[in-house]
């Protein structure tokens, strides 16, 4: 079968042909029909976030038709855990030491073909195009457990206004909250889309908003961007960074984090994530915008995403 596979990290994704996949024990056969392009693959890519081994076909939002049946499901980052350690047996399994991860420990959806544990594959909304659901898979689903993390915020800004951000924008207007919006300075584009989603206010990153936040989302990954977020937030308020990488925050001073502000992160998803948003997904209804790249263009998809000049997510089928 077609795969684009990361050969060594640093350089662009290889087109390879391989063997198709056998299935194991509690495994499913799936037929790839679109896979959202994340930017944890450019982190892997960038060799920012180590692979187990190479080469490895990378792509974390898939969807799929089992083969055989042609019953269609998504497949996550979360490919399995160990389900005995503490962190499981808490309900934590987002924080399972021995996770295993889609397109990082096991080969992904950048591909024609590709397996999975059944156990953590996802039903999907039946009204949902293939390339409108992947991105729900990924982006969707952290932007929801941020959000989550977040508390319920009466006012919430958003720093980063990418495919995680369009969708979660969506979520927290249908629940009726008030979203602000920060993007790269001069991207007037992006703000634009913010505004169009629903949000009350829309500017740059190293601007001040016109309103005190209850919480901040970080998807951005430039850590300089967390001062500047406690900042926006009032007393008592959480800025919840949603990236599974992001450049060193710089030191700040010790009165933006005074007044019982919350600074947290969000590791991966647990599978409840995915069931609560795929859930209420046709409810708000969450609209996803999407660029549909083929697969052999799975790097130009990359490097527009790197760019800035993606609107909402970026699909590869093959």
Same mark, same amino acid.
């Given at each position: 079968?077609?795969?684009? #596979?990361?050969?060594? /990290?640093?350089?662009?994704?290889?087109?390879?042909?391989?063997?198709?996949?056998?299935?194991?024990p509690?495994?499913?056969?799936?037929?790839?029909?679109?896979?959202?392009?994340?930017?944890?693959?450019?982190h892997?890519?960038?060799?920012?976030?180590?692979?187990? /081994?190479?080469?490895?076909?990378?792509?974390? !939002?898939i969807?799929?038709?089992?083969?055989?049946?042609?019953?269609?499901?998504?497949?996550?980052?979360?490919?399995?855990?160990c389900?005995?350690?503490? !962190?499981?047996?808490?309900?934590?399994?987002?924080?399972?030491?021995? #996770?295993?991860?889609?397109?990082?420990d096991? @080969? %992904?959806?950048f591909?024609? !073909?590709?397996?999975?544990?059944?156990?953590?594959?996802?039903?999907?909304?039946?009204?949902?195009?293939?390339?409108?659901?992947?991105?729900?898979?990924?982006a969707?689903?952290?932007?929801?457990?941020?959000?989550?993390?977040?508390?319920?915020?009466?006012?919430?800004g958003?720093?980063?206004?990418?495919?995680?951000?369009?969708?979660?924008? !969506?979520?927290?207007?249908?629940?009726?909250?008030?979203?602000?919006?920060?993007?790269?300075?001069? @991207?007037?584009?992006?703000?634009?889309? /913010?505004?169009?989603?629903?949000?009350?206010?829309?500017? #740059?990153? @190293?601007?001040?908003?016109?309103?005190?936040?209850?919480?901040?989302?970080?998807?951005?990954?430039? %850590?300089?961007?967390?001062?500047?977020?406690?900042? /926006?937030?009032?007393?008592?308020?959480?800025v919840?960074?949603?990236?599974?990488?992001?450049?060193d925050?710089?030191?700040?001073?010790?009165?933006?984090?005074?007044?019982?502000?919350?600074?947290?992160?969000?590791?991966?998803?647990?599978?409840?994530?995915?069931?609560?948003?795929?859930?209420?997904?046709?409810?708000?209804?969450?609209?996803?915008?999407?660029?549909?790249?083929?697969?052999?263009? #799975?790097n130009?998809?990359?490097?527009?995403?790197r760019?800035?000049?993606?609107?909402?997510?970026?699909?590869?089928?093959?």
């Amino acid at each position: 079968m077609r795969a684009m #596979a990361l050969v060594e /990290a640093g350089r662009p994704l290889e087109a390879v042909e391989v063997p198709e996949p056998e299935p194991g024990p509690g495994q499913l056969l799936l037929d790839v029909r679109a896979c959202g392009v994340c930017r944890t693959d450019l982190h892997l890519l960038d060799g920012e976030v180590e692979v187990t /081994a190479l080469p490895r076909v990378l792509g974390h !939002q898939i969807v799929a038709t089992v083969a055989g049946s042609g019953e269609r499901v998504g497949v996550p980052w979360l490919a399995s855990t160990c389900g005995e350690c503490e !962190q499981c047996r808490a309900g934590h399994e987002n924080l399972c030491p021995r #996770a295993r991860f889609t397109g990082r420990d096991v @080969d %992904g959806g950048f591909a024609e !073909q590709a397996v999975a544990d059944e156990r953590y594959c996802f039903g999907l909304p039946g009204d949902y195009p293939d390339e409108q659901a992947a991105p729900l898979l990924c982006a969707g689903l952290i932007g929801f457990r941020t959000l989550r993390l977040a508390g319920d915020p009466a006012r919430v800004g958003i720093y980063g206004f990418g495919a995680a951000a369009h969708i979660v924008a !969506q979520v927290a207007r249908w629940e009726g909250r008030q979203v602000y919006a920060f993007t790269r300075p001069g @991207d007037e584009a992006a703000q634009a889309f /913010a505004r169009e989603l629903g949000a009350v206010w829309a500017g #740059a990153s @190293d601007e001040r908003p016109p309103d005190e936040l209850d919480a901040a989302l970080v998807f951005a990954p430039d %850590g300089a961007v967390v001062p500047r977020a406690l900042e /926006a937030v009032r007393p008592g308020g959480t800025v919840v960074c949603g990236g599974i990488h992001m450049s060193d925050i710089p030191a700040l001073p010790y009165r933006l984090l005074w007044g019982e502000r919350t600074l947290r992160s969000v590791a991966n998803l647990t599978r409840r994530d995915g069931e609560e948003l795929l859930a209420i997904a046709p409810r708000v209804p969450i609209r996803t915008t999407t660029t549909v790249y083929e697969l052999d263009r #799975a790097n130009d998809a990359l490097e527009d995403l790197r760019a800035g000049r993606l609107t909402g997510a970026a699909v590869v089928v093959p």
